[in-house]
T-cell receptor, first 117, second 112 residues
Framework: GAVVSQHPSRVICKSGTSVKIECRSL??????MFWYRQFPKKSLMLMAT?????????EQGVEKDKFLINHASLTLSTLTVTSAHPEDSSFYIC?????????????FGPGTRLTVL | KNQVEQSPQSLIILEGKNCTLQ??????????LRWYKQDTGRGPVSLTI?????NTKSNGRYTATLDADTKQSSLHITASQLSDSASYIC???????????FGAGTRLFVKA
């Protein structure tokens, strides 16, 4: 397997502030990372695909100005929730695409619980 | 249409018992099928990954099977433990562009 970390694991912020979440692939390089959002007892919902060195690709209905994604290196992608509001409260999970050894799979981070007051 | 359907939606079993979770898919062209375990409040953890040519893969007490002809997969859990209580997600990847389709998951509850 492989290790993907996220930081912070939990964050509470006031409405109107911005929050940055980091996703790191610790033992492999990932040209592609993904950001998901998950509501209680629901499936993961893909928000955007983060490509190293280029702009992220957002899924339909996801505001790119609201959820800023930067993939500045092969091991780090960041998601910034700008001007957060209570409806942005959710569980955010990243994953990194692993294409080593002939496989094509993804490993997930542990998730970040965002609570906007 | 590319879909992944899992059954049952939820399952309750007694500790020590075995169980089997099902995953049927219509994804094409097929690249691989993966099973993940997701504990509440955590990210999914990879259990198995199978390509077209593989029909079984084990990871400890977890054994996944794949029938690429019928487009069915199963995850068998042997001698269940309380810590097996989680959601189990089947994910199928299409070839070209890493398009992944997630199943809705099966919520497993293991009771003492």
């Amino acid at each position: 397997g492989a290790v993907v970390s996220q930081h912070p694991s939990r964050v509470i912020c006031k409405s109107g502030t911005s929050v940055k979440i980091e996703c790191r692939s610790l033992d492999f390089q990932a040209t592609t990372m993904f950001w998901y959002r998950q509501f209680p007892k629901k499936s993961l919902m893909l928000m955007a695909t983060s490509n190293e060195g280029s702009k992220a690709t957002y899924e339909q209905g996801v505001e790119k100005d609201k959820f800023l994604i930067n993939h500045a290196s092969l091991t780090l992608s960041t998601l910034t929730v700008t001007s957060a509001h209570p409806e942005d409260s959710s569980f955010y999970i990243c994953s990194a695409r692993d294409q080593r050894e002939g496989l094509d799979t993804q490993y997930f981070g542990p998730g970040t619980r965002l609570t906007v007051l | 249409k590319n879909q992944v359907e899992q059954s049952p939606q939820s399952l309750i079993i007694l500790e020590g018992k075995n169980c089997t979770l099902q995953c049927n898919y219509t994804v094409s062209p097929f690249s691989n099928l993966r099973w993940y375990k997701q504990d509440t409040g955590r990210g999914p953890v990879s259990l198995t990954i199978m390509t077209f040519s593989e029909n079984t893969k084990s990871n400890g007490r977890y054994t996944a099977t794949l029938d690429a002809d019928t487009k069915q997969s199963s995850l068998h859990i042997t001698a269940s433990q309380l810590s097996d209580s989680a959601s189990y997600i089947c994910v199928v990847t299409r070839t070209g562009g890493f398009k992944t389709i997630f199943g809705a998951g099966t919520r497993l509850f293991v009771k003492a």
